[in-house]
């Protein structure tokens, strides 16, 4: 339960933070508090996405969830977005995980 806490809770805040709010808003604009997340372009959205994917084992899954968080803070403007989609994510993963005993996923 602790490991599917952290899972949940603590790794989607932790990502999020530095895939969004900084890495891919830095590939865009070095200065980049000064950027708005709607101002952001595909090149940046790109390379955070891939490497964001390459992090996770199952890498093509994780480029389209990469994708998908970036596009959330992108059109909402906000990152609890994509830290909330980020967190129901694990929490489902997590929770059929526990319940099949498919452990190679975590």
Do not use: C
Not at 30 to 42: I, K, S
Not at 87 to 92: E, I, P, S
């Amino acid at each position: 339960m602790v490991r599917l806490a952290g899972a949940a809770l603590v790794v989607p805040v932790m990502e999020e933070l530095f895939w969004r709010s900084f890495l891919m808003r830095w590939v865009q604009l070095p200065r980049f508090l000064e950027l708005r997340p709607a101002m952001v372009g595909f090149k940046a959205l790109a390379v955070s996405a891939v490497l964001f994917g390459i992090e996770h084992d199952l890498w093509l899954a994780g480029i389209v969830a990469g994708v998908a968080y970036s596009l959330l803070y992108i059109r909402s403007g906000k990152l609890w977005a994509p830290t909330l989609a980020h967190g129901v994510t694990n929490g489902l993963l997590g929770g059929w995980i526990i319940s099949t005993g498919n452990w190679t996923y975590w």
